[in-house]
T-cell receptor, first 114, second 114 residues
Framework: NAGVMQNPRHLVRRRGQEARLRCSPV?????VYWYRQLPEEGLKFMVY????????ESGMPKERFSAEFPKEGPSILRIQQVVRGDSAAYFC????????????FGQGTRLTVV | GDSVTQMEGPVTLSEEAFLTINCTYT??????LFWYVQYPGEGLQLLLK?????DKGSNKGFEATYRKETTSFHLEKGSVQVSDSAVYFC?????????????FGKGTTLSVSS
């Protein structure tokens, strides 16, 4: 991978708690994508952000999920009041130009809700 | 909408066997096509890509040809190794839309034994 850092790698939360997933893009990249990988499924697009702006959130569940990419610091994917169905691997990708195919992926955060 | 369909796995092969993983797509425009590989516990890595009809993408002994007439992008390798064991994802994107996210197939697990 080309330097996208996600943390934590593994996260366990009890039902009803909040989960915060962090993504530091490749240095110089200002475009970030979040994808979710459910068991036995491919990756599904969730949200596309540029610095301080949400460009496309068509893949985000309408409730409990939010994302931000502040001017300084990592991009954050926040899941409030987690439920068992939120258990998945969440991947972040970053790119310089905003073209999805040129994005580099992080190693993912595996969220387990117990 | 656009979609990607991959052959279901798992695919189990002996070392040095020939590999084919089928991928077909549905798209309204002229997508770019990709194969990504995910090794155990890792994020996705771009394996190869093709941006127009009849293009052949190749990398690490893997090849795939963009076939517009059959809307296919099958992945092939002449002689697999144990180290090729991973999950392979076919994906597409619409390059006419800046920042477009990738659309993934469900993935095909390849297991190679010595």
């Amino acid at each position: 991978n080309a330097g996208v850092m996600q943390n934590p790698r593994h996260l366990v939360r009890r039902r009803g708690q909040e989960a915060r997933l962090r993504c530091s893009p490749v240095k110089g990249h200002s475009h970030v994508y979040w994808y979710r990988q459910l068991p036995e499924e491919g990756l599904k697009f969730m949200v596309y952000l540029q610095k301080e702006n949400i460009i496309d959130e068509s893949g985000m569940p309408k409730e409990r999920f939010s994302a931000e990419f502040p001017k300084e610091g990592p991009s954050i994917l926040r899941i409030q009041q987690v439920v068992r169905g939120d258990s998945a691997a969440y991947f972040c990708a970053s790119s310089q130009t905003g073209q999805g195919p040129e994005a580099f992926f992080g190693q993912g955060t595996r969220l387990t809700v117990v | 909408g656009d979609s990607v369909t991959q052959m279901e796995g798992p695919v189990t092969l002996s070392e040095e066997a020939f590999l084919t993983i089928n991928c077909t797509y549905t798209a309204t425009g002229y997508p770019s096509l990709f194969w990504y590989v995910q090794y155990p516990g890792e994020g996705l890595q771009l394996l190869l890509k093709a941006t127009k009809a009849d293009d052949k993408g190749s990398n690490k002994g893997f090849e795939a040809t963009y076939r517009k007439e059959t809307t296919s992008f099958h992945l092939e390798k002449g002689s697999v190794q144990v180290s090729d064991s991973a999950v392979y994802f076919c994906a597409l994107s619409d390059p006419s839309q800046a920042g477009t996210a990738l659309i993934f197939g469900k993935g095909t697990t390849l297991s190679v034994s010595s």
